[in-house]
C-alpha cells in the first residue's frame, strides 16, 4: 500500500509548523516581559510600603499632641457634650483653623467612644500615611504606570526625611490631612487627565473633593479653585442634558457644601472665615520675617540641593520622552491641554509656590516648618517617585539558533536622550538618599526652651523639655508644663469662682475674685492664659479658657496686631479688659497689685463703643433665628472690626467720655 501525499497538503502541513514554531518563539519571548512586568509591579508596590513604613516609624518614634492640636480637643469636647461646635460654652467661636479635621476628629470620637487624645492621634498618623500613598499612585500613573520601568520612591523620602514632616504626623493638627486631601486630589486628577472617556459619576467625585478646600484649610481653596477652574473650562464629556447642564451640575456639586457650611459659619459665629484667621490676621505683611522663615526651614537642611536635584531629573526624563508641557496658543488647544498630565503639574506646582509666596507675605510662623509642608509637599509631587526605563532588549528572548537578536543591538551605539535621562534620575536617586539620611538625623534648631529672636522654635522639642516627657499625648502630661499643675489646685481650692491671671514674672497665678454676693454654686472661673490647649483640656468645660492672642475671645481677636511682636503671638489684649468682661473685683487690694485701676475704669468705658458691644453680642446672644440673619449680614463687617488694646486710645477711637479726661495744658 503507498502512501501518497498531495501538494496542498504539505503546504498546510508547513503553515501549521511555521505557525506553531511563532507561537513558541512568542511564549519564549513574553516570559522576560513578564518577569520584568512582575518586577516593575513588586518593585514599586515594594517602595510605596517601605516608604510608609519608614514614615510610620518615623513619625511613632517622634510622637506627640501640640498645644495647638488640645486646643481641637476641647471643641471636639464640646461637641460631644451637646454645646455645639465653640470652645467655650458662653460664646460662639470658631477657633480651630480646618473645618474638616475638626468634624473628622468628633467623628472618630464618637464612632470609637476612645480616649481623644488617642483617637486624634490614631487619625493624624493615618492620614499622614494616606498622603504618602495618594502621592505615589498619582505620580506613578504621571509617568506611565509600571509597563517596561522601574518606579523608585524619591520626592517622597525627601519630604519624610524632613523632621517636620515626621513631628507634625501626629501632633493633633490638621497637618497630615492637608497632604493627604492634596495627595488624592492629585491622583485623581492625573487620572483624570489620561482618562480616554471620562465618566460624569467620577468626574462630579472629583469636583466634589476639589470644593472642600476651603474647609481642609482656607489656604486650600487656591489648589481647590485652580483645579475646579482647570475641569469646568475643559471639553465636557458626553451629558444627557448637554454640557451647559452638566457644567452647572459640577458647580453645584463643589459648592454645596462649602457654600452651605460658610452660610451656616456667617451666621452661628458671626465672620466670613474661622477666629483664627482674624487673630492672626492672616491678610497682614510681614515679608522680612517670612523670608527668616522660609531660610530657617531651607538652611539648615540645605533643602535646595534635591528640590534641584530632582527637578532636573524630572525635565530631563520629561523632555526624553517627548512630554509636551506647554499648550499650542488657540483657545482650542489650551482648553484641550487643560485635560493633560502637564497641565496637573502646572497646577501642583504653580500652587506650591503661590502658597509659598502667601506664607512669606504672612510672616510663616512660630513653629519650625509647619506652614511650608504643605507647600513642599505641592513642590515634591512630580517626582514623588521617578521612572527607570528598563532597557528594550531585556524584554526579548534570544533566537535559537544562539545568534544576536537584533544584530544592531550588537553594535556600539551612542547614548540616546532616553538613555541620558536614566543616567541622570540615576544620579538624582543617589544624591536624594545620601541627603535624605544628612537631613534625617539633623536638627535644625538647638535652642531648646529658649526662643531666638526670630521667633521660631521646634515646638516638640521645646514641649518634651518643658514638661519632661519624651512624649507629651495626654493632657494630663502638661500638667508639669510651667503653672499648668497650678492652675488647677487654684481652681479647685476656690470654689467661688474668680480670674486667674498669670503673674508678670510668669511664675504664678493671681486670682481676682468676684464681687459680693457669690451666687449659689460660685460665680464661675475664668483662665486668662496664652496657652490654651494644655489649659482647657485640663479643666472642666464650665472653665471659661480665653487668651491674650484671641484664637478663642473675640474681644482680644479683634485688638490691633503688634508691628514688632513675636510672629503667631503678635497680639496681646491687656488684662484690664478681662476684669471688666468676666465681671470681677475692680479695685484694690483684691485686684493685681499690677493692675491700674484706672485703666480698669477706662477699659470699662471702652466697652461700651456701639460696635464693641454689636462684635461680643454677635457671638454671646442665643441664637435665634434674626440673631442669624443679623450675623449673616454683618460678617464682614465683624470681620474688618479692630480696637485699640489700650482703654484710653480706644476711648479717643471710638468717640467716648474718658472718665479720667487729660487736664488741659
Known sequence: MSL????????????????????????????????????????????????????????????????????????????????????????????????????????FSWLTQARLEYVVLGVALAVSLLAIVFAMLGTARLWGGTSGQLLIPAGVLVYIALPPARDYATSGLESGLVICWVGLLWWLMIRWSQAAVVRVPSLLGLVFLAGLAPLIRPEATLIGVLALGMIFLTPMPVFRYGPIALRALIVFVAGIVPVAYQIWRMGYYGLPYPNTAVAKDAGGAKWGQGMKYLWDLVGPYYLWIPLLVLLIAGVVTAVARGIEVRPRWSVAAIRTWLRSPSAVVTLMLGSGLLLTVYAIRVGGDFMHGRMLLTQLFLLLLPVAVVPIRLPARLGRSAPADGSSPDHADSEPRAFTPRDWSMVVVLVALLGTAGWSLYAASTTAIKTGTKISSSGIVDERVYYVLNTGKDHPILAEDYLDYPRMRAMVNDIAANPNGGLLLNSPSFTFWYLDPPPQPIPEGGAGHTVYFLNLGMTSMNVPLSVRVIDPMGLAYPLAAHSDRLADGRIGHDKSLYPDWVVVDSGMVDIHPWMPWYMDEEWVTQARAAMACPQTQALLISTRDPLTFDRFKHNLRNALSFAKYRIDRVPKYEIQRCGLVDPFPEPPR
Open 4 to 107: 501518497s501525499i498531495s501538494p496542498d497538503e504539505i503546504v498546510v502541513a508547513e503553515q501549521e509548523s511555521t505557525e506553531y514554531e511563532r507561537l513558541r518563539d512568542d511564549e519564549q519571548s513574553a516570559r522576560p516581559t513578564a518577569r520584568f512586568a512582575t518586577l516593575s509591579r513588586a518593585t514599586f508596590v515594594g517602595g510605596v510600603v517601605f516608604a510608609v513604613v519608614v514614615f510610620a516609624v518615623g513619625a511613632w518614634q517622634r510622637r506627640w499632641i501640640a498645644d495647638d492640636g488640645l486646643i481641637v480637643l476641647r471643641t471636639v469636647r464640646n461637641l460631644l457634650a451637646g454645646n455645639g461646635p465653640v470652645f467655650n460654652m458662653d460664646e460662639r467661636v470658631e477657633a480651630n483653623t480646618s473645618t474638616a479635621w475638626t468634624y473628622l476628629v468628633w467623628f
